[in-house]
């Protein structure tokens, strides 16, 4: 409708991450007017100048249907919000078929739990992937009461480790 109304041929490409988006428009193989990258791949295509500044006064509904808040979480990589609209906001979760589980899963350890193999499945997102792991692992010290033994004030030489790379938090 739009190509009919306006006479503009729109190029409309997907992509499944950022980082296979990322290489195409830094190439320059296709000219985009608009793109649609996330939070630290904004932050990456300014640092090279692969996108440029927005210009409000042309989309004056951005700034009207647009809730504060989230120009400000937006900042975060995009100081000044010169460069993008905030459009899209989520969560990252575990995606499981209710048919095909018996217990759903209610923690990110359950990625690791054998029962779930084949069962659960997560975005394809290194950037979520990290994120999972760390709260895993960080949950893990903290149930433990454990500290990795660089974070112990005797370092690697902690005889609690014992080989383990934790120490308990005594403090002593």
Request: proline share 5%.
């Amino acid at each position: 409708m739009f190509e009919k109304e306006t006479g503009i041929k729109v190029v409309y490409d997907e992509f499944e991450t950022n980082e296979i988006m990322y290489p195409k428009v830094e190439a320059g193989s296709s000219a985009y007017d608009v793109v649609c990258p996330s939070d630290y791949m904004v932050q990456k295509m300014i640092e090279n100048d692969l996108i440029q500044e927005l210009d409000y006064d042309k989309i004056p509904n951005a700034k009207e249907n647009i809730g504060a808040e989230y120009y400000e979480q937006a900042a975060a990589y995009d100081p000044g919000n010169k460069y993008c609209v905030p459009y899209c906001w989520g969560t990252v979760g575990i995606i499981y078929n209710k048919t095909l589980v018996d217990t759903p899963p209610t923690k990110w350890a359950d990625l690791w739990d054998e029962k779930y193999s084949d069962e659960i499945l997560m975005m394809d997102s290194i950037k979520d992937c990290f994120m999972v792991a760390l709260k895993k692992e960080r949950l893990l010290f903290q149930q433990s009461g454990r500290i990795r033994t660089a974070d112990c004030h005797r370092g690697s030489d902690c005889p609690e480790a014992s080989g383990t790379g934790l120490c308990s938090r005594s403090g002593t």
